[in-house]
Structure formats: structure tokens, C-alpha cells
């Protein structure tokens, strides 16, 4: 086994997750019916980009090598699940559509108790922390059924645990100050749980220890990669410590800019108001 004939092999093309993916997309095109110009092309794109990531970190390679060899390989997955889909799909739905679907008592409710941000916050974080148990994390490797529900939950909790900070609904969002903190608060509750999994003791999770090796690529992987056990231990829990760190900084430093517009914003309406005034 060669690392190219890995990489063009090691696809799981499973018909729940296409057609999942597909529904998605084309639901989203069906309800939404975006204009494809201005704000609606760019919408349209972020979600499309988001169900894409969506489909290809559950079919690539990316996705066998998680399940069966690399716990970094399945590290980038829960990444991808929790920081950087959810948010692509919530900014690409317009405005006028959420305002829809909450004008329904039973919708705008379930939002009100799910978007509160200390609910939002303990939902994404709690589930993160949960399923990283050894006791859990190895059970949902053994068992598929309990592997797909490990990611759908990671996939929806972390949606509503961004609700708060990229909503369309500007009234829907925290205020900036807040939302700094809320970020800032699960960036540390990532970064230490990543940092324990970075110093603990190689073996935390037996099946990366001695994979079954189904497709033959053990070997490539420990001597060709240099991809020992706890090698790849590390670079999992450095994974999560450090890129996933990044990705609440830039969301950071994004509320920040947003908050500086508005502020520049205000300044400029008052000046045109003392001026006509």
C-alpha cells in the first residue's frame, strides 16, 4: 500500500451520508430558493461549501483512517463537525427565511430554550468532553450505529452552540463583550481538553493501538509516516489544542470587527444628527 493508493482507495462512499448530504442541499434550495446574485450567491456558496466539507470529511479518506487508524485522522474530523461546518451552514441561510420558520410557536420556542448561550455553551462543550471518554469514545469506534450518533450529536450541538455568535438574526446574536467571552471560555474548555489528550499516556484508545488493518496500511502508516500510537496521540490532542484554538480566535477577532463597525457606525449617525440638528 502506497500513500496515493490510500489516498484514491480509502473512500467510503456510504448512501446514508450522500443522500443525507444531498437532501440537504437540495431542501436547503427548495425552501430557501436563493437568488444566485449579490448576498444570495454568497450565502448559497457558504452553505454549499459547508455540506461539501459536510460529505467529505464522513467519505474521504479523511474518515477511514479515523475510524480505523489514526485518532488524529478522526480528531480533523470532529474539528471540521464542530468549528467549521455548523457556522457555514448558519451563515448561509438568509434572514427572511429564519424569521419564517420562527414566526411557528413550536420552532421559535425549541430556539429560545436551545440559542440561550449558557444551554448553547454547556450542550457543545458537555458533548465534547463526554464523548472524548475512553469508556465512550472506544464504544463508538466498535460499534457503527454508536459512531454515526457521536457525530450527529457533535453536529448539533455545535449548530446551536454557534446560533449565538453567527445567527442572521442580529438580535438573535450576544452582545460583543459577551460573545467574546463565551468564545473565549470554550476555546479554554478545548484547549485543555486537548492538552490532556496531548500528555496522556499513549494507549488511551486501544483501537489506534492495534488496528485491524482491513485495507493493508499499517505498515505505510508506522514506518512510512512514522505514525506510532502515541505520535499520533499527540498530534490529535495538538490538533484540537492549537488549530481548533485558532479557528475561536479568528471568531473572536471577527466579533470584534463587527463590533467596531457598529460602534464607527453610531459615531457617524450622531455626527449627521448634531450636523442637521
Do not use: K
Request: net charge negative.
Amino acid at each position: 500500500m502506497t500513500t496515493w493508493g490510500l489516498l484514491t482507495t480509502a473512500w467510503d462512499w456510504e448512501p446514508t451520508v450522500l443522500m443525507g448530504c444531498l437532501g440537504l442541499f437540495a431542501g436547503y434550495l427548495w425552501l430557501v430558493r436563493p437568488r444566485l446574485r449579490g448576498a444570495g450567491l454568497l450565502q448559497t456558496a457558504l452553505f454549499f461549501t459547508g455540506v461539501v466539507l459536510l460529505l467529505l470529511s464522513l467519505v474521504s479518506p479523511l474518515d477511514v483512517l479515523g475510524d480505523e487508524y489514526l485518532f488524529s485522522a478522526h480528531m480533523a474530523q470532529h474539528l471540521l463537525l464542530v468549528l467549521v461546518v455548523p457556522p457555514l451552514l448558519l451563515l448561509g441561510v438568509p434572514r427572511a427565511r429564519w424569521e419564517r420558520l420562527l414566526r411557528r410557536p413550536a420552532v421559535s420556542r425549541v430556539e429560545r430554550a436551545l440559542g440561550n448561550a449558557p444551554v448553547a455553551w454547556l450542550l457543545a462543550v458537555v458533548t465534547l468532553w463526554v464523548w472524548h471518554l475512553p469508556l465512550l469514545y472506544n464504544a463508538a469506534l466498535a460499534d457503527e450505529g454508536l459512531h454515526v450518533i457521536q457525530h450527529l450529536t457533535f453536529l448539533v450541538t455545535a449548530t446551536i452552540f454557534w446560533w449565538p455568535v453567527v445567527s442572521p438574526l442580529e438580535e438573535r446574536r450576544l452582545g460583543p463583550g459577551i460573545c467574546i467571552g463565551y468564545l473565549l471560555a470554550a476555546a479554554v474548555a478545548n484547549g485543555v481538553l486537548g492538552m490532556i489528550l496531548t500528555f496522556a499516556p499513549p494507549g488511551l484508545y486501544p483501537g489506534y493501538v492495534h488496528p485491524a488493518d482491513e485495507l493493508g496500511a499499517l505498515s505505510l502508516i508506522r514506518h512510512e509516516w512514522g505514525m506510532s500510537a502515541g505520535v499520533d496521540q499527540q498530534i490529535g490532542g495538538l490538533l484540537m489544542w492549537v488549530p481548533g484554538g485558532i479557528v475561536y480566535l479568528l471568531a473572536i477577532f471577527g466579533v470584534f470587527a463587527r463590533w467596531q463597525s457598529q460602534a464607527e457606525d453610531d459615531v457617524g449617525i450622531m455626527n449627521y444628527e448634531l450636523r442637521i440638528g
